[in-house]
C-alpha cells in the first residue's frame, strides 16, 4: 500500500452516466491485483475529511484508470477534477480476487453497475475468457460490454424495461445457461454489483457446491482497518460468526465465508 499523488491524465464522460478519470500513479499502478481498490481524497471538499473508495477499472504502463459515478458531494466534487490536477490516493487497498482457478473451470463474472469496471481488469488478467453477465434497469445503465467482447468473452445483457438484452434481471440469462449445463463445464463465479445481486449468485454457487467470489460493498471510513465502518459478518468455521473488515479482509469474500442474513439487514 502507497500514500501517492496521481496526476490527472484525462477526465471525460464515458457513457451511461458514468466518467472515466485517467491518472498518472507510478508507484501504485504496478502493484495493482483485480478486484482491488484506491481510496482517493476528493479535492476542494476540505469539509469534508473522508477519502471515497473506487475500484480499478484499468493499471498498466503507471497510469490507473477508474470508472465512477457522480452519486452525491465527493464524486460530484470529483467530476470537476481537470487535467493535470493532482489527487491523493492510498492504495491498492483489499485483497483482489483469485486468479488461479482450478483446472476445467470457466470463469463467469456477474456484474451490476459499476462491478462491470471492477471486473474488467480481472477479464484482462484471467488466463483465458469465459462468460459475463450483466443487468441494470436501461441500456444506459450498462457498460463496458464492447471492452469485454474485445478480449474474447461472451457477454449476456439484461435491462429490466428491456432496452437492451433480454428484458428481466441478469439472473434470467444465468439460469438459461445453468440449465443448459453449463456447456459441460463447472463455473468459477466472479460477482461485483448491489448486495442482493451478490446474495443469489452466492446461492445458486454453494446449493452446487461451486465457488462464488463475491466483492462487497461498504462505506468506508479509513479504508486501511482502523475505524470498523466496513464490518461484514463472516461465519466461523466452528458454526459461529465473526466480523471482518471489507477494506482489509476483503472487499472479496468466497459466498460460504459470509453470513447472509447480515448481509441482507444492510442491503
Ligand atoms: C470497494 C469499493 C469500490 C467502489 N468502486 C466504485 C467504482 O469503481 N465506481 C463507482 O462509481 N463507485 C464505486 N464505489 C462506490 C463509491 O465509493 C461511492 O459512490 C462514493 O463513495 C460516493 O461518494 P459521494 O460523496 O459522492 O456520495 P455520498 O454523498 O457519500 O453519498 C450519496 C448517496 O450514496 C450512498 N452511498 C455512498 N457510498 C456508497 C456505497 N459505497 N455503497 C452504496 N451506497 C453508497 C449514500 O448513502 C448516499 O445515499 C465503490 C465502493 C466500494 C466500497
Ligand atoms: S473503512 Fe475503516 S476499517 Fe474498513
Redesign the pocket.
Known amino acids: 500500500m502507497q500514500l501517492e499523488t496521481a496526476i490527472i491524465l484525462d477526465h471525460r464522460d464515458y457513457g451511461a452516466g458514468?466518467r472515466l478519470l485517467r491518472l498518472a500513479a507510478p508507484q501504485i499502478a504496478p502493484q495493482v491485483r483485480p478486484g482491488q481498490?484506491v481510496h482517493l481524497r476528493?479535492p476542494r471538499?476540505e469539509a469534508?475529511v473522508l477519502r471515497?473508495?473506487?475500484?480499478?477499472?484499468k493499471a498498466e504502463n503507471g497510469e490507473l484508470a477508474?470508472?465512477?459515478?457522480?452519486?452525491?458531494?465527493?464524486?460530484?466534487?470529483?467530476s470537476a477534477a481537470t487535467v493535470g490536477e493532482p489527487l491523493s490516493l492510498l492504495g491498492p487497498?483489499?485483497n483482489g480476487f483469485p486468479l488461479d482457478l482450478p483446472a476445467g473451470r470457466v470463469p463467469v463474472l456477474v456484474a451490476g453497475?459499476?462491478g462491470m469496471?471492477?471486473l474488467y481488469l480481472l477479464a484482462r488478467r484471467l488466463a483465458a475468457p469465459g462468460l459475463v453477465f450483466v443487468g441494470g434497469r436501461s441500456a444506459q445503465d450498462i457498460l463496458c460490454v464492447e471492452e469485454f467482447e474485445a478480449l474474447g468473452w461472451k457477454v449476456y445483457v439484461a435491462t429490466e424495461d428491456g432496452s437492451r438484452g433480454v428484458r428481466g434481471l441478469v439472473t434470467g440469462p444465468l439460469d438459461a445457461w445453468l440449465a443448459e449445463g453449463c456447456a459441460g463445464r463447472t463455473p468459477e463465479f466472479f460477482v461485483c454489483g448491489p448486495n442482493g445481486l451478490l446474495e443469489v449468485i452466492g446461492q445458486r454457487a454453494m446449493a452446487r457446491d461451486w465457488r462464488a467470489w463475491l466483492?462487497?460493498?461498504?462505506?468506508?471510513g479509513c479504508g486501511v482497518g482502523a475505524c470498523l465502518t466496513?464490518v461484514v459478518k463472516l461465519q466461523d468455521t466452528d458454526g459461529t460468526w465473526l466480523w471482518a473488515r471489507?477494506?482489509k479482509d476483503?472487499?472479496v469474500f468466497e459466498s460460504r465465508q459470509i453470513h447472509w442474513d447480515r448481509i441482507e439487514e444492510e442491503a
Request: with cysteine; hydrophobic share 45%; proline share 5%.
Open positions: 458514468y481498490f476528493i471538499l469534508s471515497r473508495p473506487f475500484s480499478i477499472f477508474l470508472l465512477y459515478k457522480a452519486i452525491g458531494r465527493g464524486t460530484t466534487a470529483l487497498l483489499g453497475g459499476y469496471a471492477a466483492s462487497v460493498d461498504r462505506h468506508m466496513c471489507a477494506c476483503g472487499p
